[in-house]
């Protein structure tokens, strides 16, 4: 099947033609006495006026198929999809007020702020997503490419929007709901967290069981020193008063449980190397391909009528300066 690429251009032959048209048939010129040389002579008038209409005939004809050509026709020959390889990720972050503990420096939350933002870098073609929890949870981002946007609103993260708890299961839930719909082959959350699951509706191995049956899976990161960290509670006029955060707080049973699940894999950071060094790993993971969009391959075909065109105009012109010539 024939397509156009510019049909409005052949627009521009129709105009070519009537302008061509007034000066073939002289219909602007100032008219002119004609004196026959002999009765005879309106013979050849006759014949004339015949060969001069052929003609007529056969440039409309070209410039038809100049026309034809200005429109650029074109066959589709096959369509191509482009290819991306890309994961769909939601990373699922604790914003509860433990992670303002220092034993990260300055402290939990803003390192795990860096390492999310140096990851994301690494990965331009992923869909990322953000949600935070404490008691309550919210959908900071939803999946997009924008990796200057994706950075400003990881920036924005800070504790003490959300309640205090820590609500994994139904910030886990929202991550796999908000997934169901992704078309991606490799759908991943990445799970920060530094407590146990004290409040929710939603029991974070349900969560997990909910991911696994839609072939999502959970890399889980515990985060936090295992020898205990100190809690900022605020400033006094005696200096900074800090609160002790024991240490092994973290429910790494239920990372464990959940990231098997769904054949992911748990972890814990006890320090920022270690952190760097899991989402090394996460990094290695095979990113699958999602079709972003596609085109079509054509075989142009506007040459063989343009050049047809021109050479029957060119034809035409000649011709038409031989019969004047003749009936002169």
Same mark, same amino acid.
């Not at 209409?53 to 070209?62: E, K």
């Not at 920036?155 to 708890?165: E, H, K, Y």
């Not at 899991?278 to 009528?305: H, P, W």
């Given at each position: 099947?024939?397509e156009?690429?510019?049909p409005?251009?052949?627009?521009?032959?129709?105009?070519?033609?009537?302008?061509?048209?007034?000066?073939?048939?002289?219909?602007?010129?100032?008219? &002119?006495?004609f004196?026959?040389?002999?009765?005879?002579?309106?013979?050849?008038?006759?014949?004339? %006026?015949?060969?001069?209409?052929?003609?007529?005939?056969?440039?409309?004809?070209?410039w !038809?198929?100049i026309?034809?050509?200005?429109?650029g026709p074109?066959?589709?020959? /096959?369509?191509?999809?482009?290819?991306?390889k890309?994961?769909?990720?939601?990373?699922? !972050? /604790? #914003?509860s007020?433990? $992670?303002?503990?220092?034993?990260f420096?300055?402290?939990?939350?803003? !390192?795990?702020?860096?390492?999310?933002?140096?990851?994301?870098?690494l990965r331009?073609?992923d869909?990322?997503?953000?949600i935070?929890?404490?008691?309550?949870?919210?959908?900071?981002?939803?999946?997009t490419? /924008?990796?200057?946007?994706?950075? &400003? #609103?990881?920036? %924005?993260?800070t504790?003490?929007?959300?309640?205090?708890?820590?609500?994994?299961?139904?910030?886990?839930?929202l991550?796999?709901?908000?997934?169901m719909?992704?078309?991606?082959?490799?759908k991943i959350?990445?799970?920060?967290?530094?407590?146990?699951?004290?409040?929710?509706? $939603?029991?974070?191995?349900?969560?997990?069981?909910?991911?696994a049956?839609?072939?999502?899976?959970?890399?889980?990161?515990g985060?936090?020193?295992?020898?205990?960290?100190k809690?900022?509670?605020?400033?006094?006029?005696?200096?900074? &008063?800090? &609160?002790?955060?024991?240490?092994?707080?973290?429910?790494?049973?239920?990372?464990?449980? $959940?990231a098997?699940?769904t054949?992911?894999?748990?972890?814990?950071?006890?320090?920022?190397?270690?952190?760097?060094?899991?989402?090394?790993?996460?990094?290695?993971?095979?990113?699958?391909?999602?079709?972003?969009?596609?085109?079509?391959?054509?075989?142009?075909n506007?040459?063989?009528?343009?050049?047809?065109?021109?050479?029957?105009?060119?034809?035409?012109?000649?011709?038409?300066?031989?019969?004047?010539?003749?009936?002169?």
């Amino acid at each position: 099947m024939v397509e156009f690429r510019n049909p409005y251009l052949s627009f521009l032959a129709v105009i070519a033609l009537i302008v061509w048209t007034l000066d073939y048939y002289h219909i602007l010129k100032r008219p &002119q006495i004609f004196f026959p040389h002999s009765f005879f002579n309106s013979l050849s008038k006759r014949r004339f %006026d015949i060969k001069r209409h052929f003609l007529y005939l056969c440039g409309v004809l070209s410039w !038809v198929l100049i026309g034809i050509a200005l429109a650029g026709p074109r066959i589709p020959l /096959d369509f191509i999809k482009n290819k991306l390889k890309a994961n769909d990720l939601y990373f699922v !972050v /604790d #914003v509860s007020r433990s $992670m303002l503990a220092e034993d990260f420096k300055p402290n939990r939350i803003e !390192v795990a702020k860096e390492k999310i933002s140096d990851f994301i870098k690494l990965r331009p073609s992923d869909r990322i997503g953000i949600i935070i929890f404490s008691r309550e949870v919210f959908t900071l981002m939803p999946l997009t490419t /924008d990796l200057s946007l994706i950075d &400003q #609103v990881i920036g %924005d993260i800070t504790v003490g929007r959300l309640g205090s708890a820590t609500n994994i299961g139904d910030a886990l839930g929202l991550a796999v709901a908000r997934l169901m719909r992704s078309q991606s082959k490799n759908k991943i959350i990445i799970l920060m967290t530094d407590g146990v699951s004290n409040a929710g509706n $939603m029991a974070p191995r349900e969560a997990a069981k909910f991911a696994a049956k839609q072939k999502i899976k959970i890399y889980s990161i515990g985060i936090g020193s295992s020898k205990g960290a100190k809690l900022p509670l605020g400033n006094t006029p005696f200096g900074k &008063q800090y &609160q002790n955060v024991p240490g092994g707080s973290i429910d790494l049973e239920l990372l464990k449980d $959940m990231a098997k699940l769904t054949e992911g894999k748990s972890y814990l950071a006890e320090n920022e190397s270690a952190l760097n060094d899991i989402f090394g790993e996460i990094n290695a993971l095979e990113k699958s391909e999602i079709d972003i969009s596609g085109r079509t391959v054509y075989k142009e075909n506007y040459l063989k009528y343009l050049v047809s065109g021109l050479w029957i105009l060119v034809l035409v012109e000649i011709f038409r300066k031989k019969i004047v010539r003749e009936i002169s």
